[in-house]
């Protein structure tokens, strides 16, 4: 069904449900943004395009690199110019892909059709005429829509405060529309966006003012009100602001935010980073939305940090697309951890390993046991080398038994945190999953070195496949 077009037999771009999108053709190259900006290196930010076929001779290798024309974008996350919610318009085509530049604001419209394996820029929407025309400043991600209109997120006004964000439209040919939001309707902070339109409603995340999280976190812009707790509820499609969740200290720093896929499910998720906890958000009898704690990662009691526990720091997760499973990474502790959500009320711890993190062994940070031992993940090398940083994004494959991870948050951070990145950059690796019994377990035949690309080590961010994946495609 196409908003306000009626039922069309003929298919358009991704798949009609999420099971059918299972049996779709193995995913053959990955889409990676790159970013050099923060790093030191005065070099423009690029997408990245890996060999992911292990029958082909440039397997787990950078085959293609795009840059961008600028210096100084920070690409961050990506979306497609049209997905599966556009399944029944025939004259949609998945073709371009969507680079917001979180800290530049230009967003980059890349063609990834004519050749997949080489991607060539397509247009930039200048920041200029995005401030003009909205006020709106630090894009972040982006959906496409059954009207065939692309939305954004966008964290702040120009000058970085919170209060000017709001929802970028941008038309089929990528002209800037407008907001999509009614006026006097923004959210307080913002970040990610899922919208379930059988039940006509968008909810948003909020990660911090821009002014404060591009400089680095600091705990006590928590206290100052900086960061986010809170969701918010929309009416779709009309953007009218219905419901604010406060979830409290439970819920500090909300991050990635999905919906069941199934779409005429009305609960979802959201991992909310600082107090790392998984949310679970639920429609109830009276119309209204809640939430509650449905899983719960507790802190590390840690020497030589900078603070005497650390928290696991969710900033990613995605849920398979049969809504079996949940993924999700905790950037700080360094584990990727997998739990069965066949009752979403009840998760069910399935399966973690550890592919890097602040307390592994080998670093100077220790985590302290309840009876006053001390202890260190073990992490592996692969292919002869160390894995640093920790896990942030993930992607996984159509048929759930390949998860994709990469180790960059936001330079500003990944600076703070995992100085290492600067110097020797990010890796990209894949973790087989078992999807009959639970389990995870790295790859060791696909590592992708982003240290050693030729204007020297960058950091890697979001992925995204050719034909639609578990994180960009939304059924209606």
């Known amino acids: 069904m196409v908003e306000g077009n009626g039922c069309c037999k003929l298919a358009g771009p991704g798949y009609g449900t999420p099971l059918e999108a299972m049996s779709g053709p193995r995913e053959a190259l990955i889409y990676v943004t790159c970013v050099y900006t923060g790093t030191g290196r005065e070099k423009p930010d690029f997408l990245a ?100 209109d692309v939305m954004v997120s966008c964290l702040g006004d120009k000058d970085g405060n919170a209060k000017g964000n709001g929802f970028l439209l941008l038309d089929s040919q990528f002209n800037v529309k407008g907001r999509w939001e009614k006026p006097g309707n923004s959210p307080s902070f913002g970040y990610d966006f899922w919208y379930q339109p059988r039940h006509k409603t968008m909810i948003s995340s909020s990660w911090g003012a821009p002014a404060a999280f591009t400089k680095g976190f600091n705990l ?6 900086l960061y986010g707790r809170h969701l918010f509820v929309y009416s779709w ?32 998720y959201v991992g909310c980073a600082l107090s790392s906890n998984m949310v679970r958000f639920f429609k109830t009898q009276d119309g209204s939305w809640n939430h509650e704690v449905a899983i719960s990662v507790q802190p590390l009691k840690v020497q030589n940090w900078i603070l005497p526990e650390m928290p696991g720091l969710i900033t990613d997760f995605l849920i398979s697309l049969d809504d079996r499973f949940l993924y999700f990474v905790n950037w700080l502790h360094g584990d990727v951890r997998q739990y069965n959500i066949e009752d979403p009320k009840n998760p069910v711890f399935a399966g973690q390993v550890w592919v890097g993190g602040l307390v592994q062994k080998g670093s100077p940070i220790v985590a302290v046991t309840e009876d006053g031992q001390t202890w260190q993940s073990t992490v592996p090398e692969i292919q002869e080398r160390s894995l640093r940083g920790g896990p942030q994004m993930i992607q996984l494959s159509l048929d759930g038994k390949r998860l994709y991870v990469t180790n960059s948050l936001f330079s500003t951070w990944d600076r703070q945190f995992y100085p290492e990145l600067m110097e020797k950059g990010s890796h990209m690796l894949q973790i087989d999953v078992d999807t ?23 950091l890697a961010h979001e992925m995204r496949y050719p034909g639609g994946d578990c994180t960009s495609d939304i059924w209606i």
């Open 49 to 148: 395009t890996v060999d992911v076929d292990p029958n082909s001779p440039t397997y787990s290798k950078v085959i293609h690199r795009l840059p961008v024309p600028y210096i100084g974008d920070e690409l961050h996350h990506s979306g497609w110019n049209a997905c599966s919610s556009c399944h029944g318009d025939p004259l949609a085509d998945r073709r371009f892909l969507i680079l917001p530049s979180l800290v530049s604001g230009r967003i980059y419209v890349v063609d990834t059709k004519t050749n997949p394996k080489a991607p060539s820029l397509h247009k930039v929407v200048q920041p200029d005429d995005i401030v003009k025309k909205t006020s709106l400043a630090y894009p972040h991600t982006s959906h496409c829509l059954a009207s065939g």
């Open 237 to 268: 499609p009309d953007g009218e602001l219905k419901q604010t969740m406060d979830l409290g200290n439970t819920g500090l720093v909300p991050l990635e935010i999905r919906f069941l896929h199934d779409p005429s499910k009305d609960t979802g």
């Open 436 to 458: 009959e019994k639970g389990g995870l377990k790295i790859n060791p035949n696909f590592f992708v070195d982003f240290g050693a690309e030729p204007d020297g080590p960058s």
């Open 220 to 225: 006590q812009h928590v206290a100052d009100g």
